[in-house]
């Protein structure tokens, strides 16, 4: 009974990849083993169904993140005097603004408060939140190069939990089947004991 949901195969994070009952005689060798293998089928079920809530999470959370990041990168380069993606247009903006030494921005307070500040430049170090109510300082080009290591860690982990829940949504639709399958088989079973047991 223990090596009966044992997987074959994994994905690359280890989530096992559901058996496909073909027979149902290959899992339950005795009526006596239904509800134990029954049983077992519905438990990996529901542990699949809690795998994908908690990848659905990470999704959300890792795409939510990765704005803020994004951001955050674009206003270091900005600090540094550089022009970030898409700000091409901005050049005679920010030639005066070289020239006069500061750097005005809006910036957010809360979510519908924004206000200005200037920002004298050249600027050397910048603030960064780390997440869990952390803030630490950077040197300017320290904190660039950690936000694009950071963005390009939320991209990778992105792709991997956006595989792991379509992996899971097709275990889910395979140990649905399986459950089904077994159910269809148990009704049938003792469909025939009745009926033998009436001749």
């Known amino acids: 009974m223990e090596n009966l949901l044992r997987p074959k195969k994994t994905n690359p994070r280890g989530i096992p990849e559901a058996p496909f009952i073909e027979k ?3 899992y339950v060798v005795s009526p006596d ?4 293998v029954f049983q077992a089928f519905q ?25 803020g990041l994004e951001s955050n990168l674009k206003m270091c380069g900005v600090l540094k005097g550089g022009k970030s993606a898409g700000d091409e247009d901005e050049d005679e903006e920010e030639d005066e603004e070289e020239e006069n030494k500061q750097i005005e921005v809006n910036y957010q307070l809360d979510d519908t408060l924004y206000t200005k ?18 803030m630490m300082e950077y040197p300017l080009d320290e904190a660039i190069e950690l936000l694009h290591t950071q963005i390009k860690d939320c991209e990778e982990k992105l792709i991997e939990a ?4 379509e992996f899971l949504r097709e275990n889910i639709t395979t140990m649905e089947v399986n459950t089904a399958r077994l ?3 148990d009704v049938e079973r003792r469909q025939k004991e009745r009926l033998a047991a009436s001749k």
């Open 43 to 67: 438990e990996r079920l529901q542990q699949y169904k809690y795998m994908m809530e908690s990848k659905n999470k990470t999704f959300s959370d890792l795409k939510r993140r990765l704005p």
């Open 33 to 36: 083993q239904f509800e134990q």
């Open 24 to 26: 149902v005689e290959e």
């Open 117 to 134: 500040a200037v920002i004298e430049k050249p600027v050397d170090k910048v603030a960064l939140w780390l997440g869990a109510d952390i």
């Open 162 to 165: 956006e595989q792991d829940v």
């Open 183 to 185: 159910y269809n088989w």
